[in-house]
């Protein structure tokens, strides 16, 4: 969502710097911990994650991101904290209608300042103001003839010229700070990006959309800049390169993504074009969507230190929770046993996308270990690892194995991958391993393993509805069509992203009577959140010929996965602290482990129980 005002508001505002004003935090480790402002409590529960800008009550159970946090501490609604984060990040919120003539023209123009002022920074690079960069990208290796290519440029340190330039060439001042060109500070406006090397980032229609900015010491931080939010740009969705890389990513069948722009221009000059790199953000659900419409393979081949590992195992859960790929939706209905219709969906056309790591030397990256070595690159990716082999071999570095309390761990860790293996044979030979890597029986293993509940399969093959958005998009439209007691049910707490949450309060303000008619309510819906709406109303159609009470059994099953997937995220953010505090504060967080994975089978079990009267009927 480029247009969304969510998206700039978690970009312009620092989690830290905002819930600190409210409660001091102390850094603990890659997180920042507090007595938890909303409760009363006399040992710390209350973690921030600055990476991700979300936060966590262990003890109240509260949590969530920065309009969340606002809304419980002010006691506002949704709409009342998106308008005092937006005016503390200089975001002007869109009004209705969507998308206007006006706005076509608005980003037309855009484009076409973002691409003139990549030619300007380019012939600044070639200039001689330009000498020391054009050595500093030398040093790093890069040819002529890749600096060409990429178009690489240079912004100098001359307060005023660049604007001078633009604004000559017929742009105003508004364009060079809606394109994220210019900022503003105490002295008036100036070049967002002086003194760095420029890397222009494009979209897969190979246009200008942002920039990356890299300084050219390490003393200067940040290291690398990027363009802020705008209407073109989100960095959340772009990937570097892919403009470049999109024909050998699809003709080879596998995409390669790394950390950087310098590696992306390294292994693009040795002859590997299907590399790309996220903009120094974790891999989203969104680069993998794109991604997996190319290729049925992706290698991660992140950093190889402490950080790249992180952002590894944190791009492996975010492939395991998006929706299948290339799913194709049908309505089907069948007459079950005691003549009730049933089976609302059926997805067919179904492919899993692989997903693998490269395990790079440590200390060097790809630009180092391409440029030493191509053919070193070449048999780094074809032996790269399945994600299981991956985190069994991280398994002794996140986890005791010579205690019980680690080992218990390691095996719930393990066994979650294991687990979404579809062929039997793969899940046996991976239990091997696994008991002999924890040195337990591996028939205790296999009786963990065997998940209380799969995603479901009737007779005619239909499935679950896919995770992720979906997911909570097909609830909240099912628990609309049931009426406001059934929205009443849903807990904002289990959905993961800030839209489903906003999508919930606005229908749970609207609910009236039996029913809402979502496509009625699109004019009176945010911008942003249109889109889900629409997507949200083509459900209906379906739940028209199904009885209440198999339509109220599957939103009870609906709610059951939600809290699943949060209760994951939950364990999954533990591990981490875990990881973090070492025994210092390991008896607390493995308690908390132990508690999580009680809920989790109650969770599950509850779920197949409720498949297993869905089957009888």
């Known amino acids: 969502m480029s247009d969304s005002p969510i998206e700039a508001i978690k970009a312009r505002l620092d989690a830290v710097e905002l819930i600190g004003e409210t409660v001091p935090l102390k850094k603990a480790g890659r997180t920042y911990k507090a007595l938890c402002p909303f409760h009363a409590e006399k040992t710390p529960s209350f973690i921030v994650w600055p990476e991700t800008g979300t936060w966590k009550c262990f003890g109240c159970g509260e949590g969530g991101d920065l309009f969340h946090f606002v809304m419980k501490r002010d006691r ?34 855009l484009y076409a300042v973002l691409q003139t002022a990549a030619l300007y920074y380019h012939a600044m ?30 912004a100098p340190h001359a307060p005023g010229a660049f604007e001078r330039h633009l604004v000559e060439a017929g742009f105003t001042r508004q364009e060079l700070t809606a394109a994220g060109l210019l ?78 722009y310098m590696d992306v221009l390294a292994v693009h000059q040795a002859g590997f074009l299907n590399v790309v790199a996220t903009l120094g953000t974790s891999i989203t659900e969104r680069h993998l969507d794109q991604l997996k419409r190319l290729a049925p393979e992706i290698v991660l081949a992140l950093d190889p230190d402490t950080a790249g590992l992180h952002a590894t195992e944190r791009a492996i859960e975010v492939a395991r929770s998006a929706q299948p790929d290339d799913v194709v939706p049908e309505i089907a209905v069948e007459v079950g046993r005691r003549g009730l219709l049933r089976t609302l969906v059926r997805y067919r056309g179904t492919r899993k996308t692989r997903v693998r790591v490269a395990l790079l030397p440590a200390g060097l990256d790809p630009d180092d270990l391409v440029r030493h070595d191509p053919g070193a690159w070449r048999s780094l990716v074809e032996q790269a690892l399945p994600v299981v082999d991956f985190a069994l071999a991280r398994l002794g570095q996140r986890y005791d194995l010579s205690s019980a309390e680690g080992k218990r761990a390691a095996a719930e860790d393990a066994l979650d991958l294991i ?31 065997r998940r209380p509940v799969a995603p479901a399969r009737g007779e005619s093959g239909a499935a679950a509805p896919p995770t992720g958005d979906t997911l909570e998009e097909y609830t909240l439209a099912l628990a609309a069509h049931l009426g406001p007691s059934a929205l009443q049910q849903l807990d904002p707490g289990h959905f993961e992203t800030t839209e489903g949450r906003a999508l919930l309060s606005f229908l749970q303000r609207s609910s009236q009577g039996d029913t809402l008619d979502l496509a009625a309510l ?96």
């Open 125 to 154: 690079l070639l200039s001689p103001a330009g000498l020391a960069a054009r050595e500093y990208l030398e040093r790093r290796g890069l040819s002529p003839e890749t600096i060409e290519t990429a178009l690489l440029g240079f």
């Open 183 to 260: 900022g503003s500070g105490e002295h008036g406006t100036f070049d967002w990006f002086r003194g760095r090397v420029l890397f222009p980032i494009r979209d897969q229609q190979g246009r200008v959309v942002g920039f990356g900015g890299r300084a050219m010491s390490d003393e200067v931080q940040p290291k690398y800049l990027n363009s802020p939010q705008t209407p073109l740009f989100d960095k959340g969705a772009l990937l570097y390169g892919l403009d470049r890389a999109r024909a050998a990513i699809r003709s080879e069948g596998r995409a390669v993504v790394v950390e950087g």
């Open 419 to 449: 687990a979404d293996m579809v062929d039997a044979v793969e899940r046996a030979h991976y239990l091997q391993r696994l008991a002999r890597l924890l040195q337990v029986s591996e028939r205790e293993l296999a009786e963990k393993a």
């Open 522 to 617: 699109e004019p009176y819906v945010e911008p942003w959140l249109e889109s889900s709406l629409r997507r949200m109303a083509q459900y209906n159609a379906m739940w028209e010929l199904v009885p209440e009470e198999a339509l109220g059994e599957r939103l009870a099953d609906l709610r059951l996965r939600l809290e699943e997937r949060a209760l994951f995220r939950e364990q999954r953010q533990i591990h981490e602290l875990l990881a973090a505090d070492g025994e210092a504060d390991g008896g607390r967080w493995y308690t908390e482990l132990a508690a999580l994975a009680r809920r989790i089978r109650q969770v599950q079990a509850s779920r197949a129980s409720l498949n297993r009267a869905g089957a009888r009927a």
């Open 76 to 109: 506002i609604d949704f709409r009342e904290a998106l308008e005092l984060l937006a005016a503390r990040a200089g975001v002007e919120l869109p009004s209705r209608p969507g998308r206007s003539p006006e706005q076509d023209e608005e980003h037309a123009r």
